[in-house]
C-alpha cells in the first residue's frame, strides 16, 4: 500500500516535471512512456522481450554457477582465496564499457559477447557474498558435524550450503537489477535486436518515450524476479537471524 | 589464428561470403548496398552480402582489420589514422559520399553567425574523440579564434541532448543527413556550419574499407562488389520511391524503425554528396586523399605523412 | 608463520603466471589492436604518464573518492531507513529495485539536464550505481540480529535506537562489509562509465578517447592505474575487516 | 508488582493452548520461584510479561501498567546467554547501563565489579567465544543484576554451574534480593533451589494451564542450608517432586 | 576406549596453560563422570579428543589411534545444543543418520522413535525456534544417541532438564550403557548424577590440571536411586563435593 501510494506520488512529480521542460526527448513523462509501451506493445512484448530475456537469463543464470563455483573454491583453502580473489577484483575493476571494443573484436556480436557482459557484472556480488556466507559458518556446528565423521561433502551440503544460503540469496537480490540493465548494455555493444538496443535507437530519434518505452519493460521484468527472490527469501532463508 | 588475411569462406552454393560492417544503423545512405542486394546484383557477382550494424563506429575498421568482416563502412579520418598511426592493415577501395557529411550545428536562439566571430566564449559540445576536437579547433582558428576565446565540452555521444538542453551553445560531430534532419523534424530551429567552409579540406564523408592482405589475395572479389554496388546506388538515383519503399521494406524492422518523411529529407540531402559533377560514385583521387593527409599532419593527428596508396586502393572495376 | 609466507608467496606467483601467460598470448597473436600484451599497455603508461597520473588520475579520483563515500552513506541510510520504519521499506525498497533497473545512460539526458557536464552529473551516477549493494546488503544484514537479543535488550527499556546502534548495526557488520568489498570496484568502474557520459578529464575519458582512436594499449592502461587503486583499497578493507568482524562465524 | 489476569495464551502454531485463564500475584518484595516440567511455558510467561508475546485474552499488569501499554523495564535472563559476541564480557555486562545512560566510568567499575563478583575476576576482556559455558551463564547474570531494574526475571540463571559456583550465586542472590528489596521471579527445574531460595514457589502444570498451585516454604527469611533438612521442608520436597512427576505420567 | 597420554594445553590467548602433562584412561564399556569446578577444561577435553583443539603436547588415543591421524567418529552432544536451525527436530537428529548414509526411511522412523523416547513424540516436525530450552537439549541427545556410536561424550547433557525428565534421561542412559555396552564419558556439575550413572568418577581440578582424581562408585551394575542413600555413596558424595569447594576456594 505505502508502496503503491510513493510510486503514484513520484509518478506525478514526474509527470509534472515533464510537463514542465517540456523536453519530451529527454524527460518523457510517465503518461507518454506508458502510452508509447501500449503502441509499441507488440514489439515490445513479443520481440524484444524475448531476445532480452534469453541474454538474461543464460548471463545471469552462468554468473550464479560461476560465481558459486569460485565462492566454493575461494572458501576451501585461503591459498585458493589469496590466488582467486585479486583476480576476481581485476576482472571487477575493468569497466564492461571500456573493454567492449575489445569484447566485439573477440567475440564479434554474438550472444556470448553479451552474456559474458552479464556473467562479469554479476558474478562478483555473488561470489563474494556467497564466499562470506561459507566463512560465516558456525564453527560449533561445523565441529559438530566432524564428530559424526562427516567427510568434506557432507559437511558441505548440510552445513555449509544452508549457512551462507541466506547471504547467497542476498547476492542475488543484489545482482538481479544489474542483470537486466546489463543485457540492455550488452545490446549496445553489438546487437540487432533487444529492449536495450531498441531504448538506444530510439535515441538517435530523439523519441523520448521510444527510450523509456523498453526500460519500463526491463522495470517490469526485474519486479516480477525480484518478488520470485523475495519469496525464496521468505522460504529457505527465514533461518536467516538463528545462525 | 584470428583470420587475419581472410577473404571470406564460400557458402554451399559457391559464393563467397561478404560481410558489411556499416559505420551506423541502416539510413538512406546504405541503400546502395540493399538495392543490390535486392536485385541480385552481389549474387550475380558470386557473393553473398551480410550487411551488419555496428556497435561503435570504430566497429567496422576493427572487423575489417582482424578479418571478422570483409568491408567495413569508415571515415577517411579514421582510416588514415589506422594505418599511419596503428599499422593496421586496412585501406579505403571506394568513396561513399564524395563530400564531407559532418558539421556544426547550433541553434538559431543561440544566433551564431556565419563568420564565428560569436562564437567568442561560447560552449562547443563534442564527442571526446580527437577527431572532432581537431576539426573543431581548426574550424575555429580558420575563424580567427584562438583556443582560450571558447570553450570545448566533451558531451559523451549525446550530442543532440546535450544541444537541445542548451549545456552548450554549439555542437560539432552531427551528420547532414541524420541529426540535422531529425532535429528539424522534430520542430528544432538550426544553423548547420559545414566544417569545410571553415578551413577543414574537403575529403570523402564515408568510405569502404578492406583489409589490404585479404585485398591482394583475391583483388577480383572486391571488384565485383564494387560494381555491384555501383549498380544498387544507379537504381538508388533513379527512383526515389522505389528506394524509399526499400528502405521502409527491408531497412525497417520492429528493431530498427525508421520514417519514411526522415529518410526522404536523408535521401534529397544525400544524393548530391554521393555523386558530384567531379566525382562518380565511389571515385576517389589523389589528391583529395593527399590534402586530407597532409592536413591531419598539419593538426598533429598523424604523427607521419603517407602517401595516398598507403590508405587506399583505386580498384578498375569496369 | 612460515605457511602464510608461502601462501602469500604462490598467490603472487599465481598472478605472475597469469600476466605471463597474457603477455605470451598477446605476443603470438601479435595484433596490438586485436589483444595487447602487458608490455604494450605499460609502455602506453609510461608515455603518457604524465597525463594520466597529474591530470586523469586525480580528475577520476576525485569522483570515486567524493562517489564512493556519498554512495555508501546514501545505500547506508536507505538500509537504515528501511529496517527503522515498516513503511518505508515496502514503499522504498520497490523503487530502489526499480533505479536500478534503468540503464544510466537512458538517464544520463535527465542527469546532464540537471548538473551539466560537472563534477556533481558524475558524483551523481556513481550514487546511482553503487549505493543499492550497500543498502542490500546492509538491510539484509540488519535483519540478521537475533530477535532474542532484540528481545533482551527491549526489557531493559531500550529505544529503537539504541536497539539499532547496539545490536542490529554490529550484527549487520559482516554484510556491510561484504557490501563495501563489493562497492570499492563498482565506485571505479561507475566513475570510469559517468566519465563517458562528457567528462573534461579522467581515466575513463582518457580509456574511452583511446578506443575511439583505436589505441588498446592506450585503452587498458588508465583501467590498470583503476585496477590497482581498486587493489590498494581492498587492502586496506581487509585489514579493517580483519579488526571490526573478528567474530564472524561464532 | 506482577499480576496475571485471566491470561490466555497459544502459540500460533501449537495444537493446544498453553495458558488458559491463568492468573497469580507476585508482590513486591517477594522471591518467589516458577516450577514445572520442561515444556510446561515457564518461559512463555516470561516472554508474556515482557510483551514479546500477546496474550489472546486477559491482562498482564507490572507495577500496575498494562505491560501492552508500553515497555516495562525489567531484569530479564533468558535461558539462552544471548551475549553479544562482538562485546567483550565486561562490555556485555555494560550493556543495560549504556542504555540507561550511566556514565562511562561508572559502568566500567560496576562491570568489572559484577563480574568479579561470579567469579570472573580479571576476564573482562574476554570475547564469549573464550569462555565456557558456565562462564557465559554468569557474564550474562552479571548483565542481568546490572540492569539495576527492581523486578528480576531469571530464567534458570544457574543451570550450568557446578554445585559449588551455584551455591555461592545462590547465596549472593538472596543477599542481593534481602538488603536492595527487590522483587524476583524465578525459573528453575531444580525444587531444592527453588526451596532454598524463595519465599513462594509456584508450580505450573497441566495444558492448557489453568492455575498454578502456589506453595509457601516454610522457612523464614534468614535461611542457612541445613534448613533444607527440616521435616516440613523435606515433606514438601517430596510432595513436589511427587505432583510433578504425576504431572509427567499424564 | 581412551587414552590421554601426557597431554599439555594452553589456549593461545589464555595467560595459563590448561593441562600439563595430563594423563587418564577409559577402558571400553565404562561409564565415566567428569566433574568440575565451572570453568576448569571439562568442555576442553572434549574439544580435544574430538582434535578441534591440537594439544601442545602427549597423544590422545581413541580406539588405539592417534586422533591427530584423521577423524574419530564419535557421539559427541556439545554444551550448546547446536541444532540447524533450518532443521526441523526429526532432520536435526537424522542429521548424523544421514551423514552415515543410513537409508531414507530408516531414518525417518528411528529418528521417530528417538524423539518419542525423549519425551518429544509428535514434536518430529518442529524447528528448534519453536521449543523450550529443555526440548532442544532433549532433542540434541537425540541426535547424540543416533549417531550410534560406541563412544558418546556427553557434555551437560540434561543441564537444561528438570529433575522428573532428567531421572527418566538418566535411567534410560544407562540402561542404553548396559544393553548396548557402548563407552561413555559425562560431564556434569551434578555429582548426585555422576555418582547414580557413572562407575568411575574423574575429578577435574587445578590450573594447569596435571592429573584427574580417579574415584569408584561403590555400587554395582545395578542400580537404584536408594543406592544414593547409603553412608558409602553419601560419604562419598560429601568427600567429592569438599573437594570442589576446596578447589573453588583457592
Ligand atoms: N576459545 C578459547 N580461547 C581462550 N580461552 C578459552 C577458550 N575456550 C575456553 N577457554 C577458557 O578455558 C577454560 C576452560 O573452558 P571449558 O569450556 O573447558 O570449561 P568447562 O569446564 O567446560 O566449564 P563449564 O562447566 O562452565 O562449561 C575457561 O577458563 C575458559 O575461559
Ligand atoms: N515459538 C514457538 N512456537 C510454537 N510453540 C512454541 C514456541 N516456543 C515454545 N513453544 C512451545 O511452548 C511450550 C512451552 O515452551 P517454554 O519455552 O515456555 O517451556 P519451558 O517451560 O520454559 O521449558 P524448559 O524448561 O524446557 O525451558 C513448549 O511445548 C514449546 O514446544
Ligand atoms: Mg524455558
Ligand atoms: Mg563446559
Redesign the interface.
Known sequence: MPAAFLLLAVLVIWQIAADIIRIPHILPGPSAIIAKTWALRRTLFLVQLPYTFFSVLAGWGLAILFAVLLAVLMSRSSLLEDMIYPVLLVIQTVPVMCIAPLFVLWFGYTASGRILVIVLSTFFGIALNTFDGFREVDRGRMELMESFGAGRLQIFLRLEVPSALPRFLTGLKMTLPWAVVDSAVAEWLGATRGLGYFSKRMVTHMDGPGVFAPILVLCLVTIAGMAVIDLLDRRIAGHRSAL | ??G?GSSGKKTKDGLKEVDVVLDW?PNAVHSFLYWAQEKGYFRKEGLKVKI?????S??A???V??G?AQVGISYPI?TI??VV??H?PVKAIGAVTQKQMVVMISLQSNSITKDFKTLKGKKIGY?????SKVQIQAAASYAGLKPEDYEL??????L???L??K?VDIVGGPMIN?EVI??RN?GYKINVFPYTDYGVPECYGLVLDVNSEAYEKDPEMYKGFLRACRKGFRDMKSDENGTLDLIMKRMSS????L?RKQQKGSYETLLPYMETKDGNFLTMNDATWNAFIKWMKQQGVTKELCKPSDVMIKPDFR | MRGKTVRKLSAWLFGAALIALWEIAAVSVDRVYLLPGPADVIRSLLLNRKEIFLVHLPATMEVVAVGGALSILVGALFAVMMDLFGPVRKALYPLLTLSQAIPVMCLAPVFVLWFGYTTAMRVVVVILTNFFPVTINLYDGLRSARPERMELMKTWGATKGQIFRLLRFPSSLPYLFTALRIAVPWSVIAAAVAEWLGAPAGLGFYSRYCMMDMDAPGLLAPLLVLTVIALLLNGILKVLERRIVSWRGQ | MLTFDHVSFQYETDREAMFRDLSFRVEEGEFVSIIGASGSGKTTIFRLINHFLIPDGGRILVRDRDVAEGAVSVGYMPQQDMLFPWRTAARNVMLPMQVHGVPKDRQKKEASALLERVGLGGMDDRKPAELSGGMRQRVAFARTLATGSDLLLLDEPFSALDSITRISMQEWLREQWRTLGKTIVFITHDVEEALFLSGRILVLRGRPATHMDSVTVPAGPDRTREMLLTPEVTDLKNRLIRELREEAGR
Not at chain 2, 551488419?52 to 561503435?56: G, V
Not at chain 2, 564527442?127 to 577527431?131: I, Y
Open positions: 589464428g584470428t587475419s544503423y551488419i550494424s555496428p556497435a561503435e570504430v566497429d575498421i576493427n572487423f582489420a582482424s571478422k579514421d589514422n589506422a598511426n596503428k593496421m564527442d571526446g574523440t580527437n577527431d565540452v566533451d558531451v559523451g555521444f549525446d543532440t541532448t546535450a537541445t538542453s549545456k541524420d531529425t532535429l522534430k520492429d528493431s530498427n524503425p520514417n
